[in-house]
């Protein structure tokens, strides 16, 4: 099983881009993870990006903010039963300035909202890969999330 990120995007700001690395690496320790960044365009050229990043077994989590908000205890159970039901990817996918498009989102295997907040894209990737990191230490029963 691996992660995968899909995000649309650049990357402006390198202490952000700096900490979503690091964050990136803490949850290889757990789970191969990469990232794919689709640059900014039009939603159409976007959404066709996307869709042929993707593969055919994909679990797909669109980051939506109609999604589901997931407390970090339920973030974790989430990740320990696609574990445990297995498959090839677990992909994860921001949208760009205009969201996704209607296409990505009834593909979606599940919607997650981080929030109901607006947050700026680079933002985005930083929270979704620390409460990745996050769910594992729960998973692990490590120290870094405490209640």
């Known amino acids: 099983m691996k992660f995968v990120f899909i995000t649309v995007g650049k990357e402006n700001y390198k202490d952000v881009r700096d900490a979503v690395e690091d964050y990136t690496k803490r949850i290889n320790r757990y789970m191969p993870t990469s990232w794919k960044i689709i640059p900014n365009s039009d939603i159409n050229r976007e959404t066709k990006l996307i869709l042929k990043s993707l593969e055919p077994h994909d679990f797909i989590v669109?980051?939506?903010?109609?999604?589901?908000?997931?407390?970090?205890?339920?973030?974790?159970?989430?990740?320990e039963k696609r574990m445990i039901v297995g498959g090839r990817r677990i992909v994860f996918i921001i949208g760009g300035s205009y969201g996704l498009d209607e296409a990505i989102i009834e593909k979606a295997d599940f919607k997650?909202?981080?929030?109901?907040?607006?947050f700026p894209h680079q933002l985005v990737r930083l929270i979704l890969a620390e409460s990745i990191y996050r769910a594992f230490s729960v998973i692990k029963n490590e120290p870094y999330h405490h209640e």
């Open 62 to 79: 669109a980051l939506d903010v109609n999604g589901k908000e997931l407390h970090t205890k339920e973030l974790a159970q989430f990740i």
């Open 112 to 118: 997650w909202s981080l929030s109901k907040l607006t």
